[in-house]
């Protein structure tokens, strides 16, 4: 069975996560529903249901720009948890996260 390559790839430069914020809004439009990040030590992949993917490549989760990338595809994660290490490959996130309804309301 080959491995599955993503769909589009793009080469993170320290400092250039407006490229990976236009990234993430173009190619948006080539995959369905999202699903889920993985997020490895030196890249970042975002699945949809289809398990058709995009990479960016050079962003882990060790970088601090990695939270901005996660917020712009509704990952649910834990802040201040990301940028710790872990024994597996990658951590993964299911992505849709939503904002609670009525949530800024006062009482």
């Known amino acids: 069975m080959a491995t599955p390559q993503p769909r589009a790839t793009l080469k993170y430069q320290t400092g250039g996560i407006e490229q990976v914020l236009q990234f993430l809004k173009r190619t948006r439009s080539e995959l369905r529903e999202l699903r889920m990040v993985r997020v490895w030590q030196d ?5 949809d249901v289809n398990q ?6 050079g962003l882990g989760y060790q970088d601090t720009e990695v939270v901005t990338a996660l917020d712009v ?16 490959e990658y951590k993964e996130f299911k992505t849709g996260r939503r904002y609670p309804w009525a949530a800024d309301r006062v009482m």
Do not use: P, T
Request: glycine share 0%; charged share 30%; net charge negative.
């Open 43 to 47: 890249r970042l992949q975002v699945f």
């Open 52 to 57: 058709d993917f995009f990479e960016i490549q």
């Open 73 to 88: 595809v509704a990952a649910a994660y834990k802040r201040e948890q990301i940028h710790e290490e872990v024994q597996q």
